[in-house]
């Protein structure tokens, strides 16, 4: 840094990327487009912490005590609930965002470790309905790909509201990542930009998702569990809603959730985070005494067995997973830097889903990127990391002194700030204090 | 065989319909009372015959694959909503979105469709014998809408492939839609789903609309389009 650089000082209001910004929209009129989750930092999990055992609460010795991971999904009205082995979920994302060998390498890792995936907004390919022991089938607004033969091939099925990214949003898969492949499975010209609406064609408001629930059941045989996944946005009556229409699960998806593609206005200033969304779903399922009937699943911004834990302590009973899964099977690692640099980027800063030219072969439809990507050693880094996952639960969870993780509790946690102690409703740490909550 | 949904759930009616024995002959259906039952009928998979006598709710015939269904009354939203084969005939009115997504297969409906009639279809065969409301083939992919009457505003709205054929007044195009030469391929092709049907109407008198394509790909100078 030259000498006059050191002595200067910058602009809060219009830091270096704020200036870029400013000049690239200047040059092309036109807002950001760009994948994955919110780049801002707002309050999340870290600013949570666990108590652990005292005097008063003792805890479960490690490896040996056993505490239990497994959560049944979907008995509120499903004939067929399904029992994950792990509350760790792999949430929806589309083949056509995603490659052929990255939606098989989610299958394999996850069904290795006993618990689901889910299909996109692009259909179900039958790579990932074989790789994938239990398959959750989306119903979203596009209806791309959707049949009712898949609908009975399916493990559950989730009708998607919105995206914690974007809730009230679209999707857009730019034309330059429509094969062949994926124009036919969703039925359009190969090339050309593939809009997702951002409202479903036949319903609208909850007393219509009710009967658009019935239907699926109908179809279906009342079988499969049936989720609704909505964004952060009013989680509280978001979730009596899905509740009131029949769900059997709500899914609930923070702001910091990623995305394929979205309008960066979207993703960094729509929705709330995943923190206060969460203690509002909670206690809307426990006002109308569904807590653990309707089971609630949460995601955005999960990354460690630190992160499911806490969620799981706040009432959710499973977590979904997407960016870190991604990141799992390589997104963002430190290889082919050439390749980061043509899209103009580097290793740790990417967000260019939407090019199809991901240097690293997760997120392209292109057959020399994808070979990047081979699926079973892919699906055995996501088996991995599940497991990871899975073990720092179980010893947050026992240093808690709980033999099921579903025990876990608000009461075992502490605030780091006051946003987050007001947002999830837990003390500041040593202290009694719950900011804006008068027991 | 009969169904009489004010003694039979829906349930058990549509369970029969949906798991028919094939080694069996029985092959035709009445359904009475249908008393605005939603989900009738939905998901049947095979070449069955079925004749509701009387008004459904929703998505009746949904996601239908094979079966012909009569409806004698009007329907709900979302009749026939992403049909995949087969044959689903109103007899009556249709509410908003019918056909909505439909992959293949043909549904007609005698009198009216409401609002967002063809909405993102994707393959099917709709023909409209009265009006249809606007909106109509919002997002339509491809396959056929058909109108005998006339056409709400914003009729083809974003359309992609999907082509539309319209005898009465269209009171206006939806963004990206236009009004295309009326051939004698087009012609062939529209009376074809005519007769089909057994439809009285002279094919060269209709007006065909479909996609200018120029929001296939996005332009910031059609900005004002999105
Ligand atoms: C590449 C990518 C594609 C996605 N596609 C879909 C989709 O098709 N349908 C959907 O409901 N959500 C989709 N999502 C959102 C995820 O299902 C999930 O809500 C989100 O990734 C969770 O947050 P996280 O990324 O912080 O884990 C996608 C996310 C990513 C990163
Ligand atoms: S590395 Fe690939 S998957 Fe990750 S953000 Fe970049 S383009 Fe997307």
Redesign the pocket.
């Known amino acids: 840094m030259s000498e006059i650089k050191k002595n200067l000082k910058g602009f809060s209001t219009f830091p270096h990327d704020t200036i870029a910004e400013i000049q690239r929209s200047a040059r092309e009129g036109i807002y950001q487009i760009r ?3 919110a780049k801002r930092k707002v309050p999340n999990f870290d600013d949570l912490v666990f108590l652990g055992a005292s005097a008063s609460r003792y805890p479960l010795e490690g490896y040996r005590e056993k505490c239990n991971t497994s959560v049944v999904i979907g008995d509120r009205f499903a004939k067929k609930p399904i029992t994950l082995d792990i509350p760790i979920t792999i ?4 083949f056509g ?2 490659g052929a060998n990255a939606k098989d390498a989610l299958g394999r890792g996850a069904s290795a470790m006993g618990t689901s995936t ?5 259909g179900m390919t039958p790579e990932e309905r074989k790789s994938s022991k239990y398959l959750v089938y ?1 119903l ?1 607004p596009s209806r791309y790909g959707m049949n009712p033969d898949d609908l009975r091939k399916a493990d559950a099925i ?1 009708v ?1 509201v919105g ?3 974007k809730p009230g949003g679209g ?1 857009m898969l730019l034309g330059q990542k429509i094969n062949k492949r994926v124009a036919q499975m969703r039925n359009l010209p190969e090339g050309i930009d593939q809009r997702s609406a951002c409202r479903h064609p036949d319903w609208t408001g909850p007393d219509d998702l009710e009967i658009k629930i019935q239907e699926l059941r109908e179809i279906t045989n009342w079988e499969k569990p049936i989720y609704v ?1 909505v964004g952060a946005a009013r989680a509280y009556y978001d979730t009596a809603l899905a509740v009131k229409a029949g769900a059997d699960v709500v ?1 609930l ?2 702001m ?5 593609a979205t309008q960066d206005v979207f993703i960094e200033h729509v929705g709330i985070p995943t923190l206060g969304a969460l203690r509002e779903a909670v206690d809307s399922l426990k006002e109308l005494n569904m807590h653990r009937k309707v089971q609630l699943i949460v ?4 990354r460690s067995g630190a992160d499911v834990a806490k969620a799981i302590a706040m009432g959710a009973d499973a977590v ?7 990141i799992a099977l390589n997104c963002n690692a430190d290889m082919y830097p050439e390749d980061y640099e043509k899209l103009g980027t580097a290793a740790g800063y990417c967000h260019h ?1 939407h090019t199809g030219r991901c240097p690293v072969g997760v ?1 392209t439809q292109d057959p020399e990127l994808e070979k990047r990507l081979e699926p079973d050693l892919a699906g055995k880094r996501v088996k991995n990391y599940l497991a990871t996952l899975t073990l720092e639960l179980q010893t947050l969870a026992r240093a808690n002194g709980k033999s099921d993780v579903r025990n876990l509790e608000p009461e075992d946690l502490a605030a780091l700030t006051v946003e987050a102690a007001a947002m999830a409703r837990v003390p500041l740490a040593g202290t009694t204090w719950i900011p804006g909550y008068d027991k | 065989m009969n169904f009489d949904l004010s003694k039979k759930t829906l349930r058990e009616v549509n369970s029969y319909l949906q798991n028919i024995d094939l080694k069996s002959n029985q092959r035709d259906f009445v359904i009475k009372n249908p008393l605005g039952n939603h989900a009738l009928c939905a998901g049947l998979q095979d070449e069955i015959k079925v004749t509701i006598k009387g008004h459904v709710g929703y998505y009746c015939a949904g996601m239908n694959k094979k079966a012909e269904v009569t409806i004698e009354g009007n329907v709900g939203t979302g009749v026939a909503e992403n049909m995949m084969s087969g044959l689903v005939h109103v007899k009556g009115n249709a509410s908003q979105s019918a056909g909505a997504t439909g992959q293949g297969g043909t549904l007609v409906i005698d009198g009216d469709a409401s609002s967002r009639c063809g909405i993102s279809m994707k393959g099917i065969n709709i023909i409209v014998k009265g009006s249809v409301g606007h909106m109509s083939a919002f997002m339509a992919q491809s396959g056929n809408l058909v109108i005998l009457g006339d056409a709400d505003e914003y009729l083809g709205d974003s359309i992609y492939e999907a082509k539309i054929y319209c005898l009465g007044k269209v009171k206006s195009l939806g963004a990206d839609c236009i009004e295309k030469e009326m051939n004698d391929k087009e012609i062939k092709h529209l009376s074809a789903l005519l007769e089909a049907q057994n439809i009285k109407a002279d094919p060269k008198k209709f007006k065909r609309y479909g996609s200018a394509r120029s929001l296939y790909n996005f332009k910031i100078d059609n900005v004002s389009s999105y």
């Open positions: 994948g994955l989750g949430a929806g994302m589309s965002a995603l889910t299909t996109g907004d692009g989306q979203l989730e998607v995206q914690g990214a999707g996944k899914v998806d923070g910091q959730g990623g995305t394929a995601s955005g911004g999960i979904s997973i997407g960016s870190a899964a991604m889903c997120a």
